[in-house]
């Protein structure tokens, strides 16, 4: 389908913006736990989403399990927002 | 030093204690709640009975957290609220004084009164520890039988057959959540669960729940009209869940189908509040009152009413209630105004199979747009939009998810969708392409905003 490949297009573009994130929409998530229970490193991405925050830590492997095994697409990959990535800078 | 009383451990309770806590550090905070597991994702329920989540996956926050909030906890029920004296009486015989209340005793499900129903065996899914009941019957039972509709239904359904139990569905009318799916929807979800080998009985009404020596042993019902003895080991119910509000009732507040609020969600008595599923709250849009069984909207009513017992000046606002689940494995967003607009008893109209509403529902989704674009596409693939004017206003997209959050941000963000209308509302229009085109020019040109 035709926005299939545009979307794609958008995708790469943000890959050149900045690299990718795992970005939630907190409003879509009911807490349940099914993304940390799924990390590989045990990073806590429930609490991520209920702070509305994208997963920035460097040890985050952008594996995509979260992502893929969230049943409310809760998540996704995108840019961080650019506070977000400025904060880690000055850690 | 101000004393906060909130009764209910769930999504709007700790949220509105969040909330407190953020605007007063001082303040003592106690949170009585008769749940012995206090507080966990009760949505994330069905996936610890479908066996894909561990239960201690679904506690939220660890012990320490409520430490550091200074959250105090009294495990006991309330019975009853004394609003002139501002006090409490707890189920252990305690009184207690407060400054200001919050009510977030949520929702129960609703028990249909055929006999039989003391049998161990009948089952609910409400609590953890209902849960836990479940998952320690389904042990030694081969086949069950699920009444009722909605989500909490399915997930009845799919969490009993991940178990290995063989699951008969009742449906009283001929099709699966009338009041939000339409008919297309229905069977796309009633086919999948075929496939998955559960049964699936029209027209069905349960009659008697039938037992020996205390416990389930088969279920009497009418199908089409004709009898029907079906042996099983549990019944299990979702025919609607009902608002927790006897301490309300007894207490004077003004209530109709729950807790009257308005937009600062303050009850009709000072310094009681109520949020969450026990809340009938002010939508301004519609001008109407209207009940969520939702989690977001449970957490924000939550927050505001905590901002607002803390001294803020807070206003909720419901805007368009959503909610993404799974139904028969298809992932599905239901979102906004996307009902046939048909009222019973004044207020919007269930369907057969619910008295009410439900968990994991509006009685929003259920009011009346405009007009309405669907379409089917690769397999089980839904897209179904409602718009009045040129914004839209309501969606159900089922199966592939690409357009979900597109959809979610055009309707909460009312995007003017004019130059679009026309292609949307002609006769086999390509829905997702024409949305897929659309939010792509959108995005470039708000790029900044949505990231
Ligand atoms: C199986 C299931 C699936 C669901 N699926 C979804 C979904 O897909 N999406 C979605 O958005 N929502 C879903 N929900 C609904 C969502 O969980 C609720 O909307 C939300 O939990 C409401 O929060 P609440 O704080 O109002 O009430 P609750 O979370 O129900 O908490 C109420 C609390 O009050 C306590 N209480 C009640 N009476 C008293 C009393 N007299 N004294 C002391 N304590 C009392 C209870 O013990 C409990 O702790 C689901 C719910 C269930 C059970």
Not at chain 1, 78 to 87: K, M, N, R, V
Not at chain 2, 114 to 134: F, N, R, T, W, Y
Not at chain 2, 399 to 420: A, C, F, K, M
Request: overall charge neutral.
């Amino acid at each position: 389908m035709n926005f299939r490949s545009i979307f794609s297009k958008t995708a790469q573009k943000h890959e050149r913006l900045a690299s990718q994130a795992v970005v939630p929409d907190p409003q879509r998530c009911v807490q349940c736990g099914i993304c940390s229970y799924n990390c590989p490193l045990g990073i806590d991405v429930r609490l991520h989403a209920l702070q509305g925050l994208a997963v920035v830590e460097s040890k985050c492997l952008t594996c995509g399990e979260c992502v893929k095994r969230c049943p409310r697409g809760v998540l996704r990959f995108d840019a961080a927002p650019l506070e977000q990535i400025t904060l880690k800078a000055a850690k | 030093m101000s004393l906060y009383a909130i009764i209910g451990s769930g999504a709007a309770g700790l949220a509105a204690a969040n909330a407190i806590r953020a605007r007063d550090p001082a303040g003592q905070i106690l949170i009585l709640t008769a749940d012995p597991h206090v507080h966990y994702s009760r949505p994330g329920l069905a996936y610890v009975l479908s066996g894909e989540l561990p239960e201690k996956q679904v506690y939220q926050f660890p012990r320490e957290f409520f430490a550091r909030q200074r959250f105090e906890f009294v495990q006991s029920g309330v019975q009853a609220i004394q609003t002139d004296a501002h006090t409490l009486r707890l189920e252990d015989g305690r009184a207690l004084r407060y400054d200001r209340l919050l009510i977030a005793t949520g929702a129960t499900a609703a028990m249909p009164e055929p006999p039989g129903m003391q049998l161990e065996g009948v089952v609910k899914l409400d609590s953890m520890a209902d849960c836990q009941h479940i998952l320690n019957l389904a042990r030694r039972t081969r086949r069950a039988v699920v009444v009722g509709g909605g989500i909490t239904a399915l997930e009845l359904v799919e969490g009993l057959a991940a178990r290995g139990v063989e699951v008969h569905y009742f449906l009283r009318g001929d099709r699966y959540w009338s009041a939000v799916l339409d008919e297309v929807e229905s069977r796309i979800v009633e086919r999948r669960l075929a496939h998955d080998g559960v049964e699936i009985h029209y027209h069905t009404n349960l009659v008697e729940v039938l037992g020996q020596k205390g416990r389930v042993t088969a279920v009497q019902a009418e199908e089409n009209g004709r009898p029907l003895t079906l042996p099983c080991q549990m019944a299990a119910f979702a025919i609607g869940i009902q608002p927790r509000m006897e301490l309300a009732v007894q207490a004077g507040l003004k209530v109709q189908r729950g807790i009257i609020v308005d937009d600062h969600l303050r009850t009709s008595a000072p310094d009681v509040f109520a949020a969450g599923d026990v809340a009938q709250v002010f939508d301004a849009q519609s001008g109407q009152y209207l009940l969520d069984s939702l989690w977001t909207p449970a957490i924000q009513q939550g927050r505001a009413a905590g901002a607002n017992m803390a001294g803020g000046d807070v206003i909720y606002e419901k805007k368009f209630p959503f909610n993404v689940t799974r139904l028969a494995g298809l992932v599905t967003t239901i979102i906004g105004r996307v009902g046939k607009g048909e009222t019973a008893g004044g207020r919007p109209k269930g369907d057969a199979d619910v008295a009410g509403i439900m968990r994991g529902d509006s009685e929003l989704w259920r009011l009346s747009p405009e007009a309405v674009a669907a379409q089917t596409y690769a397999g089980d693939n839904r897209l179904r939009l409602y718009l009045k004017d040129n914004v839209m206003v309501g969606a159900v997209v089922m199966g592939d998810q690409t357009l979900s959050r597109p959809i979610q941000v055009l309707i909460q963000e009312q995007v003017d969708l004019g130059e679009l209308r026309a292609a949307l509302l002609s006769d086999n229009a390509d829905l997702a392409r024409l949305l897929g085109d659309f939010w792509e020019g959108y995005q470039v040109k708000h790029a900044a905003k949505i990231a």
